[in-house]
Each structure stands twice: as structure tokens, then as C-alpha cells.
């Protein structure tokens, strides 16, 4: 049940994130490389045990140190990328360990 749960978590998250995108045109390779980038990362955060009582902190930092990579070669490219991608990324995944949080997933 925990699997599906975060496979959900994670397919809700994914579609958030891919969704605008999709609006603004962006390449579906983009589009698939964010929504599995999603649908990965509640897995790993549940997996991780930081900060203890800041719970809540987890998600957010764990999403940002994971896409660090991703938005350093987006830059390059496009200067207006990187800042949606950051957001994003500790918007999401701080929504993604508050429902790990209270669903007793994490």
C-alpha cells in the first residue's frame, strides 16, 4: 500500500510540475525528464531520514540538492529556466514530504 501511495504521490507531483510546461510548448523529452523526475522523488525522500523534528524541511532540501545538476546544464541555455526550476522543485517537494508526513509514509 506505502508503494502506491508514494507512486501516487508521485504521478500527482509529476503532472503538477509537467502541466505549464506543457502549455508553454516545451519538448516532451523536457517534459518527461521533470515527470519522472517527479514520480522518483518521493521514493527518495521517504527514504531519508534528515533534520529530524523539521520534518517538514526534508522534502524541499532533499528536491532542490537533487536537481541541482539538471538546472546548472538548463543554464546554460536558457537564463529564465533555472529560477521556474528551483521553485518548482522546493514547492513540490516540500508538498510531497508534508503528505509523506501526515500519511505516515515517511
Partial sequence: MNFLLTLLIGVVAGTLDVLPMIKMKVDKYS??????????????IFSI??????????GGIIAILLAIPV???????????PIAMT???????????V?????NLM
Avoid at 521553485?87 to 514530504?97: A, E, H, P, R
Fill in 31 to 44: 517534459c518527461l525528464s521533470a515527470f519522472i523526475y517527479y514520480l522518483i522523488l518521493p521514493f527518495i
Fill in 71 to 81: 538546472i546548472i546544464l538548463v543554464v546554460k541555455e536558457d537564463k529564465k529556466s
Fill in 49 to 58: 531520514n534528515w533534520f529530524g523534528n523539521l520534518w517538514w524541511l526534508r
Fill in 87 to 97: 521553485i518548482m522543485s522546493i514547492v513540490l517537494g516540500t508538498i510531497i514530504g
Fill in 99 to 103: 503528505a509523506g508526513h501526515f500519511l
